[in-house]
């Protein structure tokens, strides 16, 4: 069994975030050991409300996405437009080893909450923030989330779909670039904390949606450079059939990936039961499969081939082969999936109603500190009472802050 050891234990976080990225960066930060006090205003984080865009539910008792997100942290309502409630936030920053947050940059500025108004007042804070478009330019303040900073502005949404009647852009999927930018400022505040026992001193750590897209697509976005001249999208007649999908015989689609041609071309071809292909030299080479022309004929025939088993046939056979492939799975699938139950990619929660869910974890793992604790993501004031008096309020002073709606505790 792990031992009682969690590596960020004792580092206090400050959160002022809405929707995802920021809250999945302080449920991340959650997870290895801190303790978060999340700040909303009266009308609550966006993202509360926003799971029934999915028809998943969102109550008190019942909101399985909003949780998974915020999971492990307290919450406070703070009126952040009230002398006390900035100095509820302030009290709050004084104690704090990171201040973490997604509120647009003039908007941070017109609070005094900006990193140059803080970093004298509280000079071991680590600042970290994140926002849609980077923190200079001419959309520095604009408003952005994944869908659109991450995946239409980098070039993802049209560059990947296919031109032809009634065509569109592939509808952008709301969360992996939030996820994918706050799993990167995650590893730059762990950084600054460390560098902070070196020095005393705290930092300014910073990403954003469409800086962290660029990053993760670099590979495309370098490549059709002018001077190389890639092309994008790839269409099936051009596609590389070591690295396509197939349509199999029940319907669904298996795709595989081979980097080394030479060496694995000739295994790939006795899976396929066409061995005579396995060193003829019209397809033998990465060269020779660069042929457009080739590229087309073996896609046609390796469709003709794919459809005569099902998906889990050829999964087993590539495998045996030790080729790299899978069945391309449906979202739909990770609830039965054997190999996210395994590795505790998933697990079941119950929500306060009783009702049950199976959600995500993060995937990084620690060997001593093992599983994070489940604890669902706070309700909405859930802890102001508590977190108020740890800050030093009294009584009365807490009681008159909530009848004046400066702050607000949950039933």
């Known amino acids: 069994m792990a031992e009682a050891y969690r590596p960020l234990e004792g580092i206090k976080v ?46 008190d008792d019942e909101n399985p996405l909003f949780d998974n997100l915020n999971a492990g942290k307290r919450g406070i309502v703070l009126d952040l437009k009230t002398p006390e409630g900035m100095e509820a936030i302030h009290r709050m920053l004084a104690g704090a080893d990171v201040f973490l947050t997604n509120t647009r940059p003039n908007a941070l500025k017109r609070l005094g909450l900006d990193y140059d108004s803080l970093k004298e007042r509280y000079p071991k804070l680590i600042h970290a923030s994140l926002n849609g478009f980077g923190e200079k330019g001419p959309k520095a303040n604009n408003p952005g989330f994944d869908t659109v900073a991450f995946w239409a502005s980098s070039g993802f949404n049209v560059d990947m779909s296919l031109e032809g009647p009634n065509s569109y852009p592939v509808y952008g999927s709301a969360g992996p670039g939030d996820i994918i930018t706050a799993m990167g400022l995650c590893y730059a505040i762990a950084a600054a904390l460390f560098k902070r026992t070196q020095t005393g001193q705290g930092d300014r750590v910073y990403s954003s949606l469409y800086g962290t897209a660029l990053w993760c697509f670099h ?44 060496e694995q071309w000739p295994k ?39 459809a005569t088993k099902t998906a889990a046939e050829w999964c087993r056979l590539l495998t045996e082969a030790d080729i790299v492939n899978d069945r391309m799975a449906h979202f739909s699938d990770m609830e039965k999936s054997e190999q996210a139950w395994a590795n505790d990619f998933i697990h079941e929660v119950t929500c306060p109603n009783g009702s ?35 800050l030093g309020f009294s009584q009365e002073e807490i009681e008159e802050m909530l009848a004046k709606r400066i702050a607000r505790q949950h039933d």
């Not at 199999?248 to 030479?262: F, N, P, R, S, Y």
């Open 219 to 262: 590979i495309m976005t370098v490549s059709t450079e002018e001077r190389y001249g890639n092309k994008f999208p790839k269409r099936r007649d051009n596609s590389a059939p070591t690295a396509s999908a197939f349509r199999t015989q029940d319907g669904e689609w298996v795709t595989t990936t081979l980097l080394k041609i030479e």
């Open 356 to 390: 049950k869910s199976v959600l995500v974890r993060p995937s990084m793992r620690s060997e001593r500190m093992g599983l994070p604790e489940w604890k669902r993501g706070p309700m909405l004031g859930e802890h102001t009472r508590e977190v108020l008096a740890e």
């Open 268 to 306: 790939l071809c006795h899976v396929l039961g066409v061995d005579q292909w396995a060193h003829d030299p019209r397809f033998c080479t990465s060269e020779a499969q660069r042929d457009p022309e080739v590229r087309k004929y073996l896609m046609e025939e390796f469709a003709k081939i794919y």
């Open 14 to 59: 400050v959160e002022l975030s809405t929707m995802v990225a920021a809250s999945s960066c302080g449920r991340m930060l959650a997870d290895w050991g801190c303790e978060i006090v999340k700040i909303e205003t009266d009308k609550g984080d966006m993202f509360r409300n926003f799971p029934k865009t999915f028809f998943v539910p969102c109550t």
